[in-house]
């Protein structure tokens, strides 16, 4: 049999297998600091908290079904939302839009938006159709009444009687 001084030799071997030596303590006096450090959220997410707490203080309720918003700017763009997020407080005349947002000019959205066009835009529309029908814009061509008095059979280059090679060595 094993004497003592083995098995207390063994338990030795045994106990820093296990924990890792006979000076591995896990907390209290005399241990290492945590070398870890802590990650703070990025100031992002900090911001979307500090929105979102101050929208509950507010009492903003999430409004579902609205498919487009569309922002007219002063200088003839339009800051247009599609499926955005929308809240409102009306007790403090809040409204916010979230989401994915395009800055386009007002032509490109022309015939959806219409309905939605107050006096200061349709003065712009007036004025886009005037110069769209003077030949001013250009790509413009496939609006009605845009470049009517040109003929479009100006590239075409004409027919040649006969045979194209002789036509063409010449």
Do not use: C, W
């Amino acid at each position: 049999m094993a004497t003592e001084a083995e098995i207390a030799e063994a338990r030795k071997k045994m106990i820093a297998k296990r924990i890792g030596g006979a000076n591995a303590q896990t907390g209290g006096k005399g241990t290492a600091r945590r070398k870890k450090k802590s990650t703070s959220r990025s100031s992002a997410a900090q911001s979307d908290a500090k929105l979102s707490t101050t929208l509950k203080k507010l009492g903003a309720t999430n409004i579902p079904g609205i498919e487009e918003v569309n922002l007219f700017k002063d200088d003839g763009k339009v800051v247009h939302f599609t499926n955005p997020k929308v809240q409102a407080s009306i007790g403090a005349n809040t409204y916010v839009v979230s989401g994915n947002s395009e800055t386009k000019p007002l032509q490109d959205l022309l015939p959806s938006i219409v309905s939605q066009l107050g006096m200061e835009n349709l003065s712009q529309l007036q004025n886009f159709a005037s110069a769209a029908q003077a030949g001013g814009m250009p790509g413009m061509g496939g609006m009605p009444g845009a470049g009517a008095d040109d003929d479009d059979d100006d590239d075409v280059p004409d027919l040649v009687d006969g045979n194209f090679e002789e036509v063409s060595e010449k």
